[in-house]
């Protein structure tokens, strides 16, 4: 079934600065149901799902809407991810160093 969502954003906090996380970003989600555990994915990731607000746990649940091309709704949690968290998800995605995760060094002109 696929469903759509608008961009849900984390909790503001401030340190200093305004802080602004994109959890998930809005557009189409498809909704599966692999070995009893229904979630809601796209090309950015996926999301536990539940269809009625009751079942939903504590993290960020989709809320799946009655009939497919309805928009979900979100329950639980908005709390921003922690830095190392935002940066390990880049792992096998954006290269930081010479083979190394780790970056020593700033960038260089």
Not at 13 to 30: A, D, H, M, S
Not at 50 to 71: F, I, K, M, N
Not at 86 to 92: A, F, K, L, N
């Amino acid at each position: 079934m696929n469903v759509s969502t608008q961009p849900v954003w984390a909790e503001e906090r401030y340190e200093r600065n305004k802080v602004r996380q994109l959890l998930v970003p809005g557009g189409t989600l498809q909704a599966t149901d692999e070995a009893g555990a229904l979630q809601v994915s796209n090309v950015y990731g996926s999301w536990p799902a539940v269809r009625t607000p009751a079942e939903a746990a504590d993290g960020l649940t989709a809320v799946l809407p009655g009939s497919s091309g309805q928009e979900v709704h979100w329950q639980g949690s908005r709390m921003a991810h922690p830095p190392q968290a935002v940066v390990e998800s880049y792992r096998d995605a954006i290269g930081f160093g010479c083979g190394s995760f780790e970056v020593t060094v700033g960038i260089k002109r």
